[in-house]
């Protein structure tokens, strides 16, 4: 039940052809206002164990999509099991934000610099590019403290410094040639598919969702590394096996189940303040392992259930679409007591208040996405 | 030809059951990353003449939609038939920013509040809410300088100002029993469905549409004001007929020229910086008189052809997707020489890049927008 290469499954729409008319996916999350329909997000659904067996299935998982950050803790395996973490003291903190789309906040901020350090390298080794942080509030207190954006702030820079430590750890390997100080002309470039950096993080992405990556269409992801289409159902299995290790080398799984704990330690990491990840790792624990990415994707791993789910919004809509079908997942899919049901059913079925506060509608998993998830 | 109430047109699916599997609305808008297409957009679009026929049709445009923002030229209307902006001695600025949802920047908070001061209120009368404004750039320099948001921000703020305006004019009329000194008391509340202000402005909406608002779905816009739900045929016909004034009433018709001319003479009132509406109309001038809605809405009307021009997005995207659909249909439907079809081309086909410049993929107006748009 393993999946295999590309073109195993068949694909029920083209991603490059036609307009989609045929078989569609379905309506996944709803906007309501004054109790009708105002808008809708269509998608997919993946829901997957360990052994690779589909438990549910909403629309296309067979077309392969661009997981863009939703891959992150599947890209931080190679530096657990390179050594470099060890090698480099990273901790709880340093190693939750290399699997992070942080907020920029200056705990973010810290902790990515504090990691270059321990690497022996600065923000200027950062090839991520510099902007503004996503949270507009960040954004106004660094204004006012007169803070300019740096790479540091870019929300994948913790990636990055983890991409930066393999690098150390590659350049400190005998024979490697290369000096202490010779490590910033090394790493440069190591976004670059063909560097040797992201050759392993490449080579790590393909043995834990068991895609063929060289035959997969492959994108520049927003902070200039390589992102590679690959099946829901793939990326599904491989969030299982971050939560179970099963059919993993141990030393692959021993690698997914420290980041998954350091995730779980420092849940503000992976995201920040007000954040979906965050706020469901802060109360869920190590029963959930969620990631977002770019384009209304979202990844998780369930580990008390041994399950992986992956979704992809068509419309890419991240914030109120793929999190509100997340949200139901985990809902359907983790044993929840009532305190945390309803915690959750407060993110899959959210309340729409205006500027005045006055309630205007809502967000809500659509039913038929409830009933096939069970 | 003149649309009628609702229930004539035949709905091709429901907006508040099933799936919408069936018949579906096809893509309009993709964005793509290495080649394929990463996210689309599905939605709906009307071109339709001051005569009621439908030029063009995309989708499903007999659905009734909620406009949203998209129609506040329409709401603006009764600003200038009642005789107020003549009385309030308003000038083109004023008008405009009736018309706008704007980006906050000191510009447009200075012409509200003169708006204001000229029906004797100031911003305390305002019943939009307070946010921070939309352009994070504007948000910044507000929190370098120290100054906090406040209802004049409200990128609705000057349709509101238009509102006091409205009332300040019915407060006059003999037998209103209203002195100057009870204005604010007379217009409090004016965002209410049954206040005399928005009974004027729900009418208005209703004479220009064509559509019996009565039976039409009711919700409450971010701005508190009622918003109806109206077919885009409907939308397309009233704009058609705000840049012509065929079929109106003189004083209803010579209301809607004085709101598109103002516009066309200050177009950064009705947007700002960078913003879509704004930069097409600095450049297209009177051609074009077009007008984003939150939820992926967007109406414009282009006087040179005598059409009118509506579109709603399944997924609610504005930015991206409600966009690219305009500048593809104003590509289509507006006389353009070589420098202004260049320049509306980089509106409906994008290139993207990331935070280092890198060009990562394209949103594009999807060929059969192109297609049915001839």
Chains 1, 2 share one sequence.
Not at 338 to 357: H, I
Request: a neutral charge.
């Amino acid at each position: 039940m393993v999946p295999s290469g590309p073109g195993e499954g068949p694909s029920r729409y083209s991603s490059r052809h036609g307009t989609g008319r045929g078989c569609m996916n379905p309506v996944l999350v709803e906007a309501l206002r004054g109790g009708v329909r105002e808008s809708a997000h269509r998608g997919a659904v993946a829901v997957v164990d360990a052994d690779g067996h589909v438990v549910a299935t909403i629309g296309d998982i067979e077309r392969p999509i661009f997981p863009r950050s939703a891959v992150k803790v599947l890209q931080a395996l190679p530096l657990v099991e390179s050594g470099a973490a060890d090698r480099l003291n990273l901790g709880d903190e340093e190693l939750a934000v290399a699997c992070a789309s942080h907020n920029g906040e200056p705990e973010h901020v810290a902790v990515v610099a504090r990691m270059l350090a321990k690497a022996g390298l600065d923000a200027g080794a950062l090839e991520c590019g510099a902007h503004w942080p996503y949270r507009e509030k960040v954004q106004r207190d660094m204004a006012r403290a007169g803070i300019e954006p740096s790479a540091l702030h870019n929300n994948c820079s913790g990636k990055h410094a983890g991409f930066l430590c393999v690098a150390c750890q590659l350049a400190s390997q005998p024979g490697a040639g290369v000096d202490r100080s010779g490590l910033r002309r090394f790493a440069a470039g190591y976004v670059g598919p063909a560097h040797p950096v992201m050759r392993e993080v490449t080579a790590s992405l393909q043995a834990a969702t068991g895609f063929d990556l060289d035959q997969a269409a492959r994108g520049t992801d927003g902070c200039s590394i390589p992102t590679f289409a690959i099946p829901l159902r793939h990326l599904a299995l491989a969030f299982a096996r971050v939560g179970t290790g099963a059919h993993w080398p141990a030393g692959r799984a021993a690698a997914a189940q420290r980041l998954r704990v350091a995730v779980a330690r420092h849940p503000f990491m992976v995201g920040g303040s007000d954040r979906f990840d965050t706020r469901v790792m802060q109360r869920l624990g190590e029963r959930v392992f969620c990631k977002v990415g770019a384009e209304g994707v979202f990844c998780a791993a369930l580990p008390g259930r041994g399950l992986g789910v992956a979704i992809k919004m068509d419309d890419g809509n991240n914030a109120r679409a793929a999190e509100v079908a997340m949200a139901a997942a985990i809902e359907a899919c983790v044993d929840l007591d009532d305190g945390e049901a309803q915690f959750m059913r407060g993110l899959s079925d959210v309340t729409l208040r205006n500027w005045n506060g006055i309630e205007v509608g809502a967000l809500r998993a659509a039913a038929e996405l409830r009933e096939k998830l069970g």
